[in-house]
């Protein structure tokens, strides 16, 4: 590997310098890789004597040689600011993380296409969980890519469902990308990674989880992404700091509002009161993100359906139904076709509209 990739790997293993710091560093001295070799002398007339002194020591047992090894054994990938694939989006916000490491196909992966995030809290009620899935789905089948933060409750029903649907998901950790964290999420973490989706990190591999990285991470996922959508949250939900640096990155906020009564909801409905635009129907979706249809009839593999599932299509066809007309004269096939279209709404060719009614998607 050469010079420029070890200053920047180097640095970013180096706590005491860290995206805003960088940046002074790297316009005092011209280059990442003058400051790199940089003595003393020199590092202290932009760092404080102490910091500039630590990182001289550092930087003289840092053993790049075995770390890039290292890297390679668990197939994780350097992208650092110079490079030509490093995500535009996130050398555009004021404080780009020195280098990002990446396990996945990183090259195969459109950073310039349809991108969301979605988050929320971790104990999502039974109304987060099914709104995540059902807003999931119809970006899912209209080309988004689904970003979030691996967490658990929405964060995870948002990369399960974005895999369920055949989509693309990033996860964006606040530790080093070969550690999983929470554990619970490991099946899900490698799904992800079977799947054509990345986990992507700005922490050195075989970092921990430490108080204050997640919401350096969070950053992230609002920077690689059109548009933020937090689900639920109370009001001291990280939700809420990933939509603010939404916010102040440019990007849309939206917000699913709920129950003036339900913690879950704090989150939302502030940022609502705040000037998030709020999602109340599916067709809030589909209008403010610019959805036409999103999977025509012919793009179901009908293959894949058992034939109570393809009953139910065929009823659809025409138009939108609610439960007792798609049920009619179903008889003892009942509990099945009821089977049938709970399985049909989780692979998400069809939809529950407002008034009940479902819909191909």
Do not use: W
């Amino acid at each position: 590997m050469d010079i420029k990739t070890e200053s920047y790997v180097a640095f970013s293993h180096f706590l005491g310098i860290g995206p805003i710091k960088i940046q002074a560093v790297k316009k005092y001295f011209g280059s990442i890789e003058n400051a790199y070799k940089a003595p003393v002398s020199d590092l202290s007339k932009v760092l404080r004597i102490k910091l500039a002194q630590d990182f001289v020591d550092f930087r003289k047992e840092f053993d790049f040689k075995s770390i890039f090894k290292k890297f390679k054994e668990k197939n994780i990938s350097i992208i650092h600011q110079e490079n030509k694939n490093f995500p535009k989006n996130l050398l555009n916000i004021a404080d780009p993380p020195i280098c990002i490491y990446v396990k996945g196909d990183y090259d195969s992966f459109d950073f310039d296409g349809k991108i969301a995030s979605v988050v929320g809290t971790r104990m999502p009620t039974q109304y987060g969980q099914k709104t995540t899935k059902d807003i999931v789905y119809t970006l899912v089948g209209a080309g988004f890519s689904i970003i979030s933060g691996l967490a658990l409750g929405i964060d995870s029903i948002a990369h399960s469902s974005c895999l369920e649907s055949g989509g693309a998901t990033i996860a964006v950790l606040g530790c080093g990308v070969d550690i999983v964290y929470p554990s619970s999420n490991k099946n899900l973490y490698q799904e992800i990674l079977n799947n054509n989706g990345l986990i992507i990190s700005e922490f050195p591999p075989g970092m921990t989880v430490l108080k204050g990285l997640f919401v350096a991470r969070n950053r992230l996922i609002s920077a690689l992404s059109n548009a933020v959508i937090v689900i639920e949250g109370s009001n001291r939900s990280g939700s809420l700091i990933t939509a603010r640096y939404a916010a102040d990155q440019g990007k849309d906020v939206y917000a699913v509002p709920g129950s003036i009564s339900s913690r879950m909801s704090e989150a939302p409905n502030l940022l609502i009161k705040e000037g998030a635009k709020p999602i109340i129907s599916m067709e809030d979706l589909i209008q403010e993100f610019n959805i036409g249809r999103i999977k025509s009839i012919s793009k179901i593999d009908k293959s894949k359906l058992n034939k109570f599932e393809k009953k139910i299509i065929e009823k659809l066809k025409e138009n939108a139904k609610n439960t007792d007309e798609i049920l009619e004269k179903q008889g003892k096939d009942l509990p099945l076709i009821l089977q049938a279209l709970t399985s049909l709404e989780m692979k998400g060719y069809v939809v529950k509209g407002d008034d009940g009614k479902y819909s191909i998607t």
